[in-house]
């Protein structure tokens, strides 16, 4: 008898309480995250292509809001992908 033993599943990311706005926007894109204690996030701007147009790291104090520039980015359709030790979170955003 041929018994496959199942690894263990891979600890995937847990999302984050992420919300964006204004959306669309034409300058600024506001970041609240639901965090409980000082946190560190890598972000990424990516474009309809898959392309990562802007990055950076941001630190969250509890439940606090960031602001991002986004003025120099042409008009269409963006993601921005939010990433700590932990979670992960992808939100789509318009730039007008």
Same mark, same amino acid.
């Given at each position: 008898?041929?018994?496959?033993?199942?690894?263990?599943?891979?600890?995937?990311?847990?999302?984050?309480?992420?919300?964006?706005?204004? !959306?669309?926007?034409?300058?600024?894109?506001?970041?609240? #995250?639901?965090?409980?204690?000082?946190?560190?996030? !890598?972000?990424? $701007?990516?474009?309809?292509?898959?392309?990562?147009?802007?990055?950076?790291?941001?630190?969250?104090?509890?439940?606090? #809001?960031?602001?991002?520039?986004?003025?120099?980015?042409?008009?269409?359709?963006?993601?921005?992908?939010?990433?700590?030790? !932990?979670?992960?979170? $992808?939100?789509?955003? $318009?730039?007008?």
């Amino acid at each position: 008898v041929n018994r496959e033993i199942c690894p263990k599943p891979i600890s995937a990311s847990q999302p984050i309480s992420l919300k964006t706005y204004p !959306n669309p926007t034409t300058e600024i894109l506001r970041l609240e #995250v639901n965090v409980n204690s000082s946190e560190n996030f !890598n972000y990424e $701007i990516i474009d309809g292509v898959g392309r990562i147009m802007k990055k950076g790291n941001l630190e969250f104090f509890e439940n606090n #809001v960031k602001e991002l520039d986004v003025s120099e980015l042409r008009n269409g359709t963006f993601w921005i992908k939010l990433m700590s030790k !932990n979670s992960l979170n $992808i939100k789509p955003f $318009i730039k007008n």
